[in-house]
């Protein structure tokens, strides 16, 4: 059985009135602007080069570097040569040092060379909804919200619950938290995780649909706070 939108609300707004040391408000964090966006585009790395590019470039760097191995050590593999030949002279030069070096040479020069184009993100994000299938989660339900809720995300979002006949506290948890954002749908009997997710898909209001599991906590993004 499935809990209109009237009757959330008004279960929240009860649960508010007869807990209201309970009572737990969210405040959405404040926006991602476009100032703070190109702000931290300008600390990131200005020269950005492509990556066909950039393998070129290692190629040759890693080749000169072989090069100049080459050139540095002819003296000593000249002494090698003269005790033990040439074949295997090379060949063990070749297998302890030419070859791991240009392999070396490669990765580092890579390194050096790697550099991210700016991070792009449009004015206005695209609204999101959130689904979380809850069964028996009075203990993990309440941080589940909390990391979501405090998410620097600029575009809308609405966060559906399904609680999935629970037998514990995690209805009553869901409606201490007074948030326009959260909706919870109640199932009277437990029916299965994919049956939850549907329920909350009938009601997602948005074009993007994430699931989340009742019992995972997201770590806050700082890219642009």
Same mark, same amino acid.
């Given at each position: /059985? !499935?809990?209109?939108?009237?009757? *959330?609300?008004?279960?929240?707004? /009860? &649960?508010?009135?007869? $807990?209201?040391?309970?009572?737990?408000? #969210?405040?959405?964090?404040?926006?991602?602007?476009?100032?703070?966006?190109?702000?931290?585009?300008?600390?990131? *790395?200005?020269?950005?080069?492509?990556?066909?590019?950039? #393998?070129?470039?290692?190629?040759?760097?890693?080749?000169?570097?072989?090069?100049?191995?080459?050139?540095?050590?002819?003296?000593?593999?000249?002494?090698?040569? =003269?005790?033990?030949?040439?074949?295997?002279?090379?060949?063990?030069?070749?297998?302890?040092?030419?070859?791991?070096?240009?392999?070396?040479?490669?990765?580092?020069?890579?390194?050096?060379?790697?550099?991210?184009?700016?991070? *792009?993100?449009?004015?206005?994000?695209?609204?999101?909804?959130?689904?979380?299938? &809850?069964?028996?989660?009075?203990?993990?339900?309440?941080?589940?919200?909390?990391?979501?809720?405090?998410?620097?995300?600029?575009?809308?979002?609405?966060?559906?619950?399904?609680?999935?006949?629970?037998? =514990?506290?995690?209805?009553?948890?869901?409606?201490?938290?007074?948030?326009?954002?959260?909706?919870?749908?109640?199932?009277? *009997?437990?029916?299965?995780?994919?049956? &939850? !997710?549907?329920?909350?898909? &009938?009601?997602?209001? $948005?074009?993007?649909?994430?699931?989340?599991?009742?019992?995972?906590?997201?770590?806050? #993004? $700082?890219?642009?706070?």
């Amino acid at each position: /059985m !499935l809990e209109t939108r009237t009757e *959330k609300e008004s279960n929240q707004n /009860m &649960a508010a009135t007869l $807990h209201p040391q309970k009572g737990i408000t #969210f405040v959405k964090p404040e926006a991602a602007t476009k100032e703070k966006i190109n702000e931290r585009n300008q600390t990131d *790395k200005k020269i950005y080069i492509p990556v066909y590019s950039k #393998f070129l470039i290692a190629q040759l760097g890693a080749l000169l570097w072989v090069l100049f191995s080459i050139w540095i050590a002819l003296p000593w593999i000249d002494s090698l040569a =003269d005790i033990f030949g040439w074949v295997l002279t090379i060949f063990a030069i070749g297998g302890m040092a030419i070859v791991p070096g240009y392999i070396s040479g490669i990765i580092i020069f890579s390194i050096l060379l790697d550099r991210r184009p700016p991070v *792009k993100i449009p004015g206005e994000l695209p609204a999101l909804s959130i689904l979380i299938a &809850a069964y028996n989660e009075e203990n993990a339900i309440e941080d589940t919200l909390k990391s979501i809720l405090t998410q620097d995300y600029s575009g809308s979002i609405e966060i559906i619950v399904i609680d999935d006949g629970s037998t =514990d506290q995690t209805t009553n948890i869901i409606e201490t938290i007074t948030d326009p954002r959260i909706q919870l749908i109640k199932q009277k *009997k437990n029916q299965g995780k994919a049956s &939850a !997710l549907n329920a909350g898909l &009938a009601l997602a209001s $948005h074009g993007i649909i994430i699931t989340v599991d009742a019992d995972t906590f997201l770590l806050k #993004f $700082h890219r642009f706070s």
